[in-house]
């Protein structure tokens, strides 16, 4: 049986009707929004807090080749069950999809349609804000790691990008199941991110991350190396490798890399790629709800949210998180 909470005349929406040529050209749309109606099977969900993430903006630009047009972006949200089954209407929820504000309307809007599988119970401890923020990066950790193995104790986890939220993520999936964890960041440690053990830290820019890392492992390397940057880095994460380890990729920045198939094979090693695109909404939340128990128990924290804007900014939002900022920011629709 379904049920409706509230109706709302006033609600907005980010829409975009064709991609931008560039960040200086982006223009987002903020237009009215009819509440949708909650269909069999579905439930809307009035947002509080969706995250801008660089996937985000880099498909207002047309950078992502399977995005519908027109539409409104958004991946990640968290908010209230307003229509839909009564079981769930006026509960708080959260999640992400890679289906959601790409291929059909997202969460950068006061309403987002859902099918009532993709519905998760907000955690407890975090806050709506955090709870919108925590999607895309980790569920891409997660992913990865589900597909490599998880991590476990007496495994050496070497994180690339470390600085970044997918990296940081991973950082903290690894060091919670109990793993050493070494993070490569562009600057000397300690680690910038929460992690619930020590984390040792490689600086990029003054040691040889390959070098390094031997170092620390008395010469056997990682068995899991999560790739966060792809290019830059696949040479030494390939040194750093242990015999018969992974090498997760998420991202490159060059698409052609030198391979040693010698290495490779006689290194045993695997090689496992991730596009969290692939991941609809209802896939996504489940991964992202198989944390819930780490946010509970604050074994994994979410990111700190840096500055929440209104729908009215969202054009200042998406020029912040594209120029580069490594802050975490959502927008309150």
């Keep these: 049986m379904n049920a409706v909470l509230n109706t709302d005349t006033a609600a907005r929406a980010v829409r975009l009707h064709d991609k931008a040529a560039n960040l200086?050209?982006?223009k987002l749309d903020i237009a009215p929004q009819q509440e949708p109606a909650a269909k069999p099977g579905f439930a809307v969900v009035r947002v509080g807090a969706a995250a801008v993430n660089p996937s985000d903006v880099k498909a207002s630009l047309g950078l992502m080749p399977q995005a519908v047009w027109p539409r409104s972006p958004g991946r990640d949200f968290a908010g209230v069950v307003v229509a839909g089954p009564t079981e769930w209407v006026g509960?708080?929820?959260y999640g992400s999809g890679g289906d959601i504000g790409i291929t059909r309307d997202g969460s950068h809007a006061r309403y987002l349609l859902l099918p009532v599988e993709a519905l998760r119970a907000r955690p407890r401890s975090i806050s709506m804000d955090e709870a919108g923020a925590v999607g895309v990066p980790f569920v891409t950790a997660y992913e990865g790691f589900r597909r490599s193995g998880m991590p476990?104790?007496?495994?050496?986890?070497?994180?690339?990008?470390?600085?970044?939220?997918?990296?940081?993520?991973?950082?903290?999936?690894?060091?919670?199941?109990?793993?050493?964890v070494i993070a490569v960041q562009r600057r000397a440690g300690p680690f910038e991110g929460f992690a619930c053990a020590p984390v040792d830290v490689v600086d990029a820019r003054n040691e040889d991350v390959a070098t390094r890392v031997r170092?620390?492992?008395?010469?056997?390397?990682?068995?899991?190396?999560?790739?966060?940057?792809?290019?830059?880095?696949?040479?030494?994460?390939?040194?750093?490798?242990?015999?018969?380890?992974?090498?997760?990729?998420i991202a490159t920045h060059d698409r052609a890399v030198p391979?040693?198939?010698?290495?490779?094979?006689?290194?045993?090693?695997?090689?496992?790629?991730?596009d969290s695109l692939a991941?609809?909404?209802?896939?996504?939340?489940?991964?992202?709800?198989?944390?819930?128990?780490?946010f509970e128990r604050g074994t994994l924290r979410p990111f700190?949210?840096?500055?929440?804007f209104a729908l009215d900014e969202a054009t200042d939002a998406y020029r912040l998180v594209l120029s580069g900022s490594t802050d975490r920011v959502v927008l309150r629709p």
């Design 259 to 274: 391979f040693d198939i010698f290495a490779f094979y006689r290194g045993m090693h695997t090689y496992v790629g991730i």
């Design 24 to 26: 200086d050209a982006l």
């Design 91 to 93: 509960r708080e929820v």
């Design 279 to 294: 991941l609809g909404c209802v896939a996504a939340t489940a991964q992202l709800d198989a944390m819930r128990e780490g």
């Design 215 to 249: 170092e620390l492992t008395d010469g056997r390397g990682a068995d899991i190396v999560y790739n966060t940057v792809g290019s830059a880095y696949f040479e030494a994460a390939n040194k750093a490798m242990a015999k018969g380890a992974t090498q997760i990729f």
């Design 152 to 180: 476990q104790a007496g495994q050496t986890v070497l994180v690339l990008g470390a600085n970044g939220k997918v990296g940081q993520a991973a950082v903290q999936l690894a060091a919670q199941g109990g793993a050493r």
């Design 304 to 308: 700190p949210i840096a500055r929440a």
